[in-house]
């Protein structure tokens, strides 16, 4: 295996889609994903550099897997602060190190001006879970709370 990580360019557009689609098959709660919506990531992100980027995992020249992560600023931590909104690696190269390798790639290459990478896991995937605790990071013992705008919200 010849790991390779980059930056997304526009000719991983239909295997970042098949990726993307991966992910969401394998864990199928939380929202629904379409097309419109990565087309929509991959134009914000392509756009606004600074709100974040979309890295791919690639063995050779095969799109293997990727990740998507999201800048923001954080007044708790003093400084900026990385999410990993997505991190996805194809089921054929799951168990071989390719996800610790683009997770030390993530961290190494963000470290200088990053005080924090989060993420979440879904319950249910204790495999994906015991991996990012081996690399050190830890449940926080904070509830995540999310709302979708509502006409009641915006009045």
């Avoid at 199928?28 to 914000?44: L, P, Q, R, W």
């Avoid at 923001?72 to 610790?100: K, T």
């Avoid at 190494?108 to 001006?113: R, V």
């Avoid at 995937?125 to 979708?148: E, M, P, S, V």
Wanted: hydrophobic residues 45%.
């Amino acid at each position: 295996m010849k790991l390779v990580f980059r930056p997304y360019q526009e000719e991983d557009k239909s295997a970042l889609f098949h990726l993307i689609m991966g992910l969401y098959a394998a864990d199928a709660a939380g929202e629904e994903m379409t097309s419109d919506k990565i087309d929509k990531t991959i134009e914000v992100l392509s756009q606004e550099s600074r709100a974040g980027e979309i890295l791919m995992a690639l063995d050779g020249l095969t799109p293997i897997g990727y990740a998507i992560l999201i800048r923001y600023w954080s007044n708790e931590y003093g400084g900026w602060l990385v999410f990993i909104d997505e991190l996805f690696i194809a089921e054929s190269h799951r168990g071989q190190g390719a996800g610790s390798s683009f997770m030390h790639f993530i961290t190494a290459q963000y470290f200088k001006d990053v005080q924090a990478f989060a993420l979440e896991v879904m319950p249910s995937n204790d495999r994906a879970l015991a991996l990012y605790q081996r690399l050190g990071f830890t449940i926080d013992g904070r509830n995540h709370l999310f709302c979708h705008p509502a006409p009641h919200l915006q009045e």
